[in-house]
């Protein structure tokens, strides 16, 4: 009985696995190393400024280090060491030599702090970023626009996020786009960046916050400008009305009689705000804060019993538990939800 | 050594190299406990996705090691140190306070013990076995430590056990300042101290002014969590932000507090083995007592990615960065002591140049993250770990284990097995830096530390899949050094009493030494009172059988009642029983009372 449940759950995972792998950009989504905006530019190009004098200073102590044991090493019959005490001069040297190489680092650094202190152009566009245990909740007040979890920003716009929280400590990091801002209840922290590459990047919570720290993922999707009006004007429609007589029809009365209507907003069936609005859910690539693909075998598990898929997920196993066919209509009515 | 046998007589001993050794095989069994959660740690992310333990089990796992390292195993390592070196150091027959040292000692026994009880108590709060260990991280941040986001009696353990731990440091912080101060030898002047002594003293004066400060914090959050108080809750006008400067006001110090012993375990062991006197003594002192002062003007460089302001981070990396000068110097200090030198590549030496290799690399990725823009995409990533383990493992354990190699024959009377010993050096070289030299790419591709998964598509599976092989390298290393210490009880060379050639006072007297230490006090006219200098002869060592009785205190139950006050005082909150409050506190008050007035003879 278990293996069937093992080999269950391994299904769930094998298609997840190909779906992130072609649907990100390029091999390495979430790095440092490859930056996409102005931000990121900025730090990558100080990062690299410090590196090369690090490994310089390492190269240099290393060897003296290493030559100094081959050069110095107990023979027989070497002369009793001259007892050194130190030397003024020399001391005085590298004292300042470390001094002077810190200066080099320090002055860009400033500057670069200054730069990206996360201070955005007034036609910025604006997006509020809220921390929950576990996922993101994301307004654009500008757009009255509500998603969560995938951030879709446009190509070469100024972007400003303005990062908060809704429980404990989290922290925005998107490292394509730049550096990561804690996300902490009662703040309001700024990050501004330019995006300057088309595409789908990864994103992750980076300041532990409880059981399910390591599962509150988020997709960032740089569009062209285009593109992102597209998707804007999509997420600012309405929601879809399933049509008469569908089983995704039957989805919804399932859903407005059941508990989800407490947590979760679709705009004119109901107005929760704990958990992420489903408005447009169906058009999202993935669920539970980027952990599965949307599609119906992850939603139908996801809904039956979310927090054996997200450990310590709030969004609690159904009781009494919801038949098979009302999980299916549910699942039916949130994939019409584009 | 005091030759009396039995339990008893380790139960009330006051001596404080029998309680230096009880700090070793306390520290290394918590040593080896922290080891074993951090094989699982890397077991369970060899691969993406792991399964071998719960997200749940895989947040205490990470905690507990955290938290096991630093204050049960890394800091009590460097005690056991304090305790049985010091007073040889400075030609002293005991520290100023023997009972309030082995005080010391059993609350940091209790306090460690109420700690991983945390693993096995589970069932008593109606939870399962490994279900009730700390689980908010070594640091403890609130909001999320509050009763509200962490419920059960998980963040209680820690809260409680780190107070607990903190009196042991505090009184045993005391207790070496008075002695390093006023029970030298005549003739030790403060710069003729060993510079081993001299890194004592500034850490214990880090630690009387660093855990005030934690402890003023874990009060805030007790009573937050007990009381309903809300020094950190949002919602009643506080901020959780206060805990943060709080716990690192605390914590940058705590950092020094662990490298600094192993720096000057590090200038003691480089002159031995090369035959020439410290290379600048008096900058390698001052450098120390330097990064002391300076380490509490740096802790908000663990909250640049807060938000303080371009000012305050400007500031905060100003400070950090002028850190690395007085630590540059000590290097080329170091570098230069061995330059000319005759250097015999005994396994304490290997490892002595291995921490400084090692703490080199810490120290450039340092500096890295002194710069608030760049430290934006690696604090609380991979990149980090990998530093902190640069720091702390290649820095302070191989100081340490340099240490063990040095002073295990003065403390046991034999040698250490030398093959062995440098079949250890070098897989623990090798390993540690398989296992962490990868986390700073891994960090740099984008994984954020204190995650017990992570998705294929990051792209840093095969990284952890080494860095994992890198650590159960270590831990076979761990392994080698323990068939040492074993081989060596029966089969060790014996020592006499200076294997090395030491220049400092402990190589004076028998391995082990005396009950009484020195048979007779000596004199000291020079740094280096063993040595031939310009202007002195080496001295000449005590007599082997003392030319008059020497006076040696007895023991005491005492200490060991008043301390185990504390874990029973612990136990009331955790239980929420007042009846236990009242015992704990009449254990430590009888403790006490009956201390004072105790005579205090043979």
């Known amino acids: ?338 | 050594m005091s030759d009396a046998r039995g339990l008893a007589s380790w139960l009330t001993t006051t001596d404080h190299k029998r309680i230096g050794l009880l700090y070793f095989w306390t520290a290394l069994a918590f040593f080896l406990i922290g080891g074993i959660e951090a094989l699982f740690i890397r077991a369970q992310l060899a691969q993406p996705n792991g399964r071998l333990v719960s997200a749940e089990t895989y947040n205490q796992l990470f905690t507990m090691h955290g938290t096991t390292m630093i204050f049960l195993a890394l800091m009590p390592l460097g005690a056991s140190f304090f305790n049985y070196m010091v007073p040889l150091q400075i030609g002293a027959r005991d520290v100023a306070f023997p009972r309030l040292n082995a005080f010391s000692y059993w609350v940091f026994l209790f306090g460690g013990l109420f700690l991983n009880a945390s693993w096995f108590v589970g069932p008593l709060f109606h939870a399962g076995i490994l279900n009730v260990a700390p689980n908010g991280g070594w640091f403890g941040y609130a909001n999320l430590t509050e009763r509200q986001y962490s419920p059960g009696p998980n963040i209680d353990f820690w809260v409680l056990g780190l107070q607990i731990l903190g009196i042991s440091s505090l009184a045993a912080g005391f207790n070496f300042i008075v002695t390093i101060l006023n029970m030298r030898a005549p003739g030790m002047k403060m710069m003729r101290l060993p510079v081993f002594t001299w890194m004592t003293l500034v850490t214990q004066f880090l630690i009387i002014t660093a855990f005030p400060v934690i402890t003023v914090g874990l009060a805030f959050l007790i009573f937050d969590r007990f009381f309903g108080t809300h020094f950190y809750v949002r919602e009643a006008g506080a901020t959780p932000i206060l805990w943060q400067h709080l716990f690192w006001l605390f914590g940058h110090p705590e950092v020094y507090i662990l490298i600094l012993p192993a720096m000057g375990v590090v200038s003691d062991v480089l002159p031995t083995f090369s035959r020439k006197p410290l290379f600048g003594y008096p900058v390698v002192v001052y450098s120390g007592v330097l990064i002391g002062l300076m380490s509490w003007g740096v802790w908000s460089h663990h909250m640049f990615a807060v938000g303080l302001g371009p000012i305050a981070d400007s500031v905060f990396a100003a400070t950090t960065m002028l850190i690395a000068v007085p630590t540059g110097v000590k290097i080329f200090n170091w570098i230069a002591t061995l330059w000319g030198g005759d250097i015999r590549g005994t396994t304490a030496l290997h490892f002595a140049v291995g921490f400084i290799a090692m703490f080199i690399i810490g120290g450039l990725s340092g500096v890295t993250h002194a710069s608030p823009p760049t430290d934006l995409q690696q604090t609380d990533s991979y990149y980090v770990v990998a530093h902190i383990h640069y720091v702390f493992f290649g820095g302070t354990i191989f100081g340490l284990f340099a240490g063990i190699y040095y002073w295990w024959p003065k403390m046991t009377g034999r040698l250490l097995d030398e093959t062995l010993g440098k079949t250890h050096f070098w897989l623990q070289f090798i390993g540690m830096n398989l296992a962490f030299f990868p986390m700073h790419l891994i960090g740099l591709l984008g994984m954020p530390r204190r995650v017990y998964t992570y998705a294929p598509e990051l792209g840093v599976g095969s990284l952890n899949l080494v860095s994992t092989l890198g650590a159960f390298l270590i831990a076979l290393s761990i392994l080698i050094f323990l068939v040492n210490l074993w081989r060596t009880r029966t089969r060790g060379r014996p020592a006499p009493n200076d294997p090395w050639g030491g220049a400092t006072l402990e190589w004076s007297i028998p391995s082990p030494p005396p009950v009484y230490n020195f048979s007779v006090i000596p004199t000291i006219t020079s740094r280096l009172p063993r040595w031939t200098t310009e202007r002195h002869g080496p001295m000449r060592d005590p007599p082997a059988t003392p030319p008059e009785p020497i006076h040696v205190p007895g023991g005491s139950w005492w200490p060991l009642i008043a301390a185990f006050g504390l874990p029973v005082l612990a136990l009331a909150p955790l239980t929420h029983t007042l009846w236990v409050a009242f015992a704990g506190a009449a254990l430590l008050l009888l403790g006490v009372y009956r201390w004072a007035f105790e005579p205090f003879e043979v």
């Not at chain 1, 004098?53 to 002369?79: K, Y």
């Not at chain 1, 925005?172 to 088309?198: S, T, Y």
């Open chain 1, 1 to 338: 009985m278990r293996i069937f449940v093992a080999v269950g759950r391994l299904r769930l995972w094998l298609p997840t696995a190909a779906l992130v792998m072609s649907g990100c950009g390029g091999p390495f989504p979430q790095s440092t190393l490859l930056p996409r905006s102005d931000f990121a530019r900025a730090t990558d190009v100080l990062f690299t400024d410090i590196f090369w004098w690090a490994a310089g200073v390492f190269l240099v102590v290393e060897t003296l280090l290493v030559v100094t044991l081959i050069r110095f090493r107990h023979r027989e019959g070497r002369a009793a060491p001259k007892p050194t005490h130190g030397h003024t001069l020399l001391e005085i040297a590298w004292t300042l030599a470390p001094a002077a190489i810190l200066v080099f680092v320090a002055v860009p650094t400033v500057r670069t702090i200054f730069a990206t202190s996360g201070e955005a152009p007034a036609d910025a566009l604006k997006v509020d970023v809220i921390g929950h245990q576990w996922w993101w909740e994301l307004r654009y007040p500008d757009l009255a626009l509500v998603t969560a979890n995938e951030l879709h920003v446009p190509l070469g716009r100024a972007v400003q996020l303005s990062i908060t929280s809704a429980d404990v400590i989290h922290a925005f990091w998107a490292p394509p786009l730049g550096g990561k801002r804690d996300a902490i209840p009662g703040h309001v922290n700024q990050i501004a960046f330019r995006a300057d590459r088309v595409g789908d990047y990864g994103g992750q919570c980076a300041e532990f916050c409880g059981a399910s720290h390591a599962n509150m993922r988020l997709r960032v999707v740089v569009d062209s400008d285009s593109g992102f009006g597209r998707w804007a004007t999509e997420q600012l429609e309405g929601p879809a009305a399933p049509a008469p007589g569908t089983i995704a029809e039957r989805g919804k009365a399932v859903y407005a009689r059941s508990a989800c209507i407490g947590c979760h907003t679709i705009q004119g069936v109901s107005p929760g705000v704990i958990g992420p609005n489903l408005t447009h859910v169906g058009s999202r690539t993935t669920i539970a804060s980027g952990l599965f693909p949307n599609d119906s075998a992850h939603l139908a598990s996801w809904i039956a019993d979310a927090p054996a898929l997200k450990p310590g997920a709030l969004m609690m196993r159904m009781k009494p538990p919801l038949s098979d066919a009302d999980i299916a209509a549910i699942v039916a009515y949130l994939e019409s939800l584009k």
